[in-house]
């Protein structure tokens, strides 16, 4: 998935609240919502409030997300 789709469907979910799941280049796949998406080359990084618990937040750096996919509607 381009890196520009990826950047644009999670600032879309973060803005509207809606579940993703994440899926990394590694194969590994979080579930949350975006809470946080930093493309500044000293962060490039994402945020995830992990589904359950709104205070668990996941850390996932945006050069190694492979695709993503929007849960929520």
């Given amino acids: 998935m381009p890196y520009d789709e990826i950047v644009a ?3 879309h979910a973060g803005g509207r609240d809606l ?3 994440v ?3 590694d194969g590994q796949e979080v579930t949350g919502v975006p809470a946080s998406l930093d493309t500044h080359p000293a962060a490039h990084e ?3 409030r992990t589904e359950g618990d709104d205070a ?7 050069e190694g997300i492979a695709r ?3 849960l929520g509607t």
């Fill in 68 to 70: 993503v996919e929007v």
């Fill in 19 to 21: 579940v993703v799941r």
């Fill in 56 to 62: 668990l937040e996941v850390r996932v750096l945006l």
């Fill in 46 to 48: 994402l945020y995830l």
């Fill in 9 to 11: 469907l999670l600032a």
């Fill in 23 to 25: 899926i990394t280049v």
